[in-house]
């Protein structure tokens, strides 16, 4: 089992930056792709950007592309979101999640945190 605890998220002025922090415990998350998804009132989930477990490859939803940056410390079991330029549509609960296949599929994704509000003020 793996267990995810997200952080780093709070209110912004567009055009600012904020760090998401995603916590693994319980086993290592070395040889999982990690990803964070978002998901804005009354809308689906939606990929935001992945990484791969086995060469750090990155992924990229388009909307975010160029803005937001993903990284992970494996020693530290820990994954990163760096979210620069947000912007107001950026609004969103953001989730990280660990998986071992698809890196834009949600359900192809086994493990979750219980997300962290973002909150970007035009």
């Known amino acids: 089992q793996v267990q995810l605890v997200e952080s780093g998220g709070g209110s912004v002025q567009a055009g600012g930056s904020l760090r998401l922090s995603c916590a693994a415990s319980?086993?290592?998350?070395?040889?999982?792709?990690m990803g964070w998804f978002r998901q804005a009132p009354g809308k689906g989930r939606e990929f935001v950007a992945a990484?791969?477990?086995?060469?750090?490859?990155?992924y990229y939803a388009d909307s975010v592309q160029g803005r937001f940056t993903i990284s992970r410390d494996n020693p530290k079991n820990t994954l990163y979101l760096e979210m620069n330029s947000l912007k107001f549509e950026d609004t969103a609960v953001y989730y990280c999640?660990?998986?071992?296949?698809?890196?834009?599929?949600?359900?192809?994704?086994?493990?979750w945190g219980q997300g962290t509000q973002v909150t970007v003020s035009s």
């Open positions: 999640a660990a998986g071992t296949s698809s890196y834009y599929n949600a359900s192809a994704y086994a493990y």
């Open positions: 319980g086993r290592t998350v070395s040889s999982y792709n």
């Open positions: 990484i791969s477990w086995r060469n750090r490859n990155t």
